[in-house]
C-alpha cells in the first residue's frame, strides 16, 4: 500500500467517523400507553366511565428529541383540526380537509363543507361492491384518499352544516354500532346468497338513516336550491380530476400507475404514480413549499409514535439511523407488515432543523389532542421517508414527475 493510498483511506476513517458521531442516538422508556381523548368520547358517548389502559409499551424517549414548536412551522391555511371520534373515517376527514385548503389556495374562499355525507355514500358503493363480488370485496370502516374524490363524482358535496351525521344533542361521532350492523347484515347475505342488489342498497341505507341520518337531496346557497352535484360544480368548483395519487414501493414498477395493495383500497384502483423514494419525498418537500397540503397515509404504530403529551412521529436510532432509510428498508417493513395502511393525515406545514424538515400534521384521530399542541402531530421528515406510503395532491404541485409517466 503505497503512502498516498495510506492517507486516502485515514481521510475516509475520519469522515465516515464524523458522519457517524452525527447521528442521533435515542433513548427508550416503558410508558403507559393513554389516550385520554379517546377515553373522554368513550366516557360521552358511552355515558360510562372511559377505560384506561395500564398497560406499558416500549417506545422513544421522547424527552430527548429536540422537537420544534408549534409556532416555528410555516403552515397553509387549513381549517382547525376536528375529531373523527369513535370511528375509521380518517381517510375522509383527512381528504375533505386538504380539499377545503385547495378551495382557499385557488380562490381564498373558507368553505367547510360535510364529511358525513362523502362517508355515507362510500357505506352505500361498498355493499354494492360486496354485492357485485359475490361477498369478496373487504367491508369496512376504512377506505382511501381517492375514495373521496370518487364519491364526489357520483353523488356530490354538500357543506358541513346541512349534514354532521350527528344526533341531536350528541358531541362525538360513535360509528361502532353502525359499523357492526352493516357488517352483520353483508355477512348474512353472504351465508343466504341473497345476492339482490336493490334489497341490500335499500337495507343498508335505512342502517345508515337510523345511525346518522338520510343525506340532504338538495342545499340552498344565497336562495337557490341545488343539488349536491350542483353545489360541487358551482359552490365548490373543485375538479376531482385534478388531483392524483402517489405511492412508493419497490414491489411494483417505478413509473407507472399501479394498485395500492392494502384492504381499505376495496375497489382495487390502479391510479397510484409509483416512484422512487427519493422522488416522492422531494414531491412533499416540494409542494408544501409551493403553497399546496397533502393528503398522506400510513402507519401509525411504531416506538417512535407517541400517543401522549410528547405529540410527536419519528424513527429512533435503534430502530434504523437515518441514514439508512431508503427504498429497501421501506419495502421491507410493508412486506412483513410492520409497515401498514393504518391512518390518513392532512400534511399542513413544515420547518427545516438541522437539514430535515418537520412536517405539521392536522390529525382528526383522538390521539392528537393529547398534547400541548391539539390536533396536530409532528412529523419528523424520517419517519414520512418510513412509515407513510401515499400522498394525495394537486397535478399542478407534481406536473414536472407526472411527465415522467406514459
Not at 76 to 86: D, S
Not at 95 to 106: A, F, G, N, V
Not at 166 to 175: Q, S, T, V
Not at 371 to 387: A, I, M, N, T
Amino acid at each position: 500500500m503505497n503512502r498516498f493510498t495510506s492517507i486516502l483511506l485515514f481521510l475516509l476513517t475520519i469522515a465516515t467517523l464524523s458522519i457517524n458521531a452525527q447521528e442521533r442516538r435515542d433513548q427508550a422508556v416503558f410508558a403507559v400507553k393513554n389516550d385520554v381523548m379517546y377515553d373522554a368520547i368513550k366516557k360521552a358517548v358511552a355515558e360510562s366511565g372511559g377505560e384506561k389502559s395500564a398497560t406499558k409499551v416500549f417506545q422513544v424517549d421522547f424527552s430527548t428529541i429536540p422537537a420544534p414548536a408549534l409556532g416555528d412551522f410555516k403552515s397553509q391555511w387549513h381549517f382547525p383540526p376536528i375529531l373523527q371520534g369513535r370511528s375509521g373515517m380518517c381517510w375522509c376527514f383527512s381528504t375533505t380537509s386538504m380539499l377545503e385548503s385547495e378551495i382557499y389556495r385557488q380562490s381564498k374562499r373558507k368553505i367547510k363543507l360535510s364529511e358525513l355525507h362523502t362517508v355515507y355514500w362510500e357505506h352505500v358503493e361498498k355493499a354494492r361492491g360486496f354485492v357485485h363480488s359475490r361477498g369478496t370485496s373487504v367491508y369496512g370502516e376504512g377506505s382511501e384518499a381517492n375514495a373521496v374524490l370518487r364519491i364526489w363524482r357520483k353523488y356530490g358535496v354538500v357543506p358541513a352544516e346541512s349534514y354532521t351525521g350527528l344526533k341531536p344533542g350528541a358531541r362525538y361521532h360513535d360509528h361502532l354500532a353502525l359499523f357492526s350492523e352493516i357488517e352483520n347484515y353483508l355477512t348474512s347475505v353472504k351465508e343466504a346468497n341473497a345476492w339482490n342488489e336493490e334489497v341490500v342498497i335499500t337495507t343498508v341505507r335505512t342502517i345508515l338513516d337510523h345511525h346518522i341520518g338520510p343525506p340532504p337531496t338538495a342545499v340552498t346557497v344565497d336562495g337557490t336550491s341545488m343539488t349536491p352535484k350542483e353545489y360541487l360544480a358551482k359552490v365548490v368548483r373543485l375538479n376531482p380530476d385534478d388531483y392524483v395519487d402517489l405511492l412508493s414501493l419497490l414491489q411494483q414498477p417505478f413509473y407507472e400507475k399501479v394498485e395500492y395493495p392494502v384492504p381499505d383500497n376495496w375497489w382495487h384502483n390502479s391510479d397510484y404514480h409509483n416512484v422512487p423514494l427519493e422522488e416522492f419525498m422531494q414531491a412533499l418537500k416540494k409542494a408544501i413549499r409551493d403553497g399546496y397540503t397533502v393528503e398522506i397515509g400510513g402507519d401509525m404504530s411504531e416506538p417512535g409514535y407517541s400517543y401522549g403529551a410528547a405529540g410527536m412521529a419519528v424513527v429512533p436510532s435503534f430502530d434504523i439511523p437515518s441514514s439508512y432509510i431508503d427504498d429497501l428498508a421501506r419495502q421491507f417493513r410493508f412486506s412483513n407488515k410492520t409497515t401498514q395502511d393504518d391512518h390518513g393525515l392532512h400534511l399542513v406545514g413544515y420547518v427545516e432543523r438541522d437539514g430535515k424538515d418537520w412536517y405539521l400534521v392536522k390529525d382528526s384521530w383522538s390521539s392528537a389532542y393529547n398534547s400541548s399542541h391539539p390536533g396536530y402531530y409532528f412529523y419528523h421528515e424520517d419517519y414520512v421517508k418510513l412509515k407513510m406510503l401515499c400522498a394525495t395532491l394537486h397535478k399542478d404541485a407534481v406536473r414536472d414527475l407526472l411527465a415522467r409517466f406514459k
